[in-house]
């Protein structure tokens, strides 16, 4: 059974840094490609940042860029998001997935996407 179990969400105020877990069982690193996903409430879930080949050249989306973080432990088999300077628009639940394709090509989401797992909430609010 595969399953992708988010945690490290909370609440945090405008500026605040929170650090996303995501463990993987089922499937391992060296044989999916996984990212971030998020959904803000009333809006479609999109992507955030995911990992490319040995872990290089990650894709973050725009919003993202110079704030966020995305990196791995294969001997964990676990993936994180580093969330700093956090701003109100980014309140969603954050999902990890995994991907045998690339997901960078993609912008970390697209219908097909193999699995992703239960999310962890994360509410940036003064």
């Known amino acids: 059974e595969v399953q992708l179990q988010a945690s490290g969400g909370g609440l945090v105020q405008p500026g605040g840094s929170l650090r996303l877990s995501c463990v993987l069982s089922?499937?391992?690193?060296?044989?999916?490609?996984v990212g971030w996903l998020r959904q803000a409430p009333g809006k479609d879930r999109e992507g955030v940042a995911c990992l490319g080949d040995s872990d290089e050249d990650p894709y973050l989306v725009n919003t993202a860029k110079g704030r966020f973080t995305i990196s791995a432990d294969h001997a964990k088999n676990e993936v994180y998001l580093q969330l700093n300077n956090l701003r109100p628009e980014d309140t969603a639940v954050y999902y990890c997935?995994?991907?045998?394709?690339?997901?960078?090509?993609?912008?970390?989401?697209?219908?097909?996407?193999?699995?992703w797992g239960k999310g962890t909430l994360v509410t940036v609010s003064s």
């Open positions: 997935a995994a991907d045998q394709m690339d997901l960078r090509g993609v912008g970390c989401i697209y219908a097909g996407i193999d699995f």
């Open positions: 089922g499937v391992t690193l060296d044989d999916y490609y």
